[in-house]
T-cell receptor, first 114, second 116 residues
Framework: EAQVTQNPRYLITVTGKKLTVTCSQN?????MSWYRQDPGLGLRQIYY???????DKGDVPEGYKVSRKEKRNFPLILESPSPNQTSLYFC?????????????FGEGSWLTVV | KNQVEQSPQSLIILEGKNCTLQ??????????LRWYKQDTGRGPVSLTI?????NTKSNGRYTATLDADTKQSSLHITASQLSDSASYIC???????????????FGAGTQVVVTP
């Protein structure tokens, strides 16, 4: 079954304490991406990766880091979380060609920074 | 300004009734438009994908339309069920010949609540 798996699903942390949200896909997709979703706003792209060791900033990259050491994994790293990073985070993956191909989303990770 | 605008922001409908959601976009160049259903606290799930040449696509009780000339799309839900309660997100894909990856533009979503 095609799957994008995120962990943890729920996390409460304190300001400044480094955390990592993992993302793994089993479809051998080249393209992976992280989004955050806030009330009243559409999903906004944080970072994306077009292949192993190839990453680039999305629309809201400040305060985040990513890495792509393996094709299946794309972790999101918050080096020093702040309360404005409290949000719902989604990882997504898809094939290289956007034309007609499905984009798969993970189940989401609820992050609260206090 | 968001390049994908959805309306209404939310609506409440009685079980069994129909409803229509709207999506207007200014994204260019246009490749395809997708509708996603997102249950509360879950990831978005694809409902329909429409390219420039398609003006209607159905998936069960969901029917999407696209008018690429006016840059408008709608999602019609027929005979609504309680399980249709969710947020419905319009996503427009911008794609250039020189870039096969494409860029996604998300609408803010329409929250639908179906009541018994």
């Amino acid at each position: 079954e095609a799957q994008v798996t995120q962990n943890p699903r729920y996390l409460i942390t304190v300001t400044g304490k480094k955390l990592t949200v993992t993302c793994s896909q089993n479809m051998n997709h080249e393209y992976m991406s992280w989004y955050r979703q806030d009330p009243g706003l559409g999903l906004r792209q944080i970072y994306y990766s077009m292949n192993v060791e190839v990453t680039d900033k999305g629309d809201v990259p400040e305060g985040y880091k990513v890495s792509r050491k393996e094709k299946r994994n794309f972790p999101l790293i918050l080096e020093s979380p702040s309360p404005n990073q409290t949000s719902l985070y989604f990882c997504a993956s898809r094939d290289r060609s956007i034309s007609g191909n499905t984009i798969y989303f993970g189940e989401g990770s609820w992050l609260t920074v206090v | 300004k968001n390049q994908v605008e959805q309306s209404p922001q939310s609506l409440i409908i009685l079980e069994g009734k129909n409803c229509t959601l709207q999506c207007n976009y200014t994204v260019s160049p246009f490749s395809n438009l997708r509708w996603y259903k997102q249950d509360t606290g879950r990831g978005p799930v694809s409902l329909t994908i429409m390219t420039f040449s398609e003006n209607t696509k159905s998936n069960g009780r969901y029917t999407a339309t696209l008018d690429a000339d006016t840059k408008q799309s709608s999602l019609h839900i027929t005979a609504s069920q309680l399980s249709d309660s969710a947020s419905y997100i319009c996503v427009v894909i911008s794609w250039k010949l020189t870039d096969s990856w494409g860029k996604l533009q998300f609408g803010a979503g329409t929250q639908v609540v179906v009541t018994p």
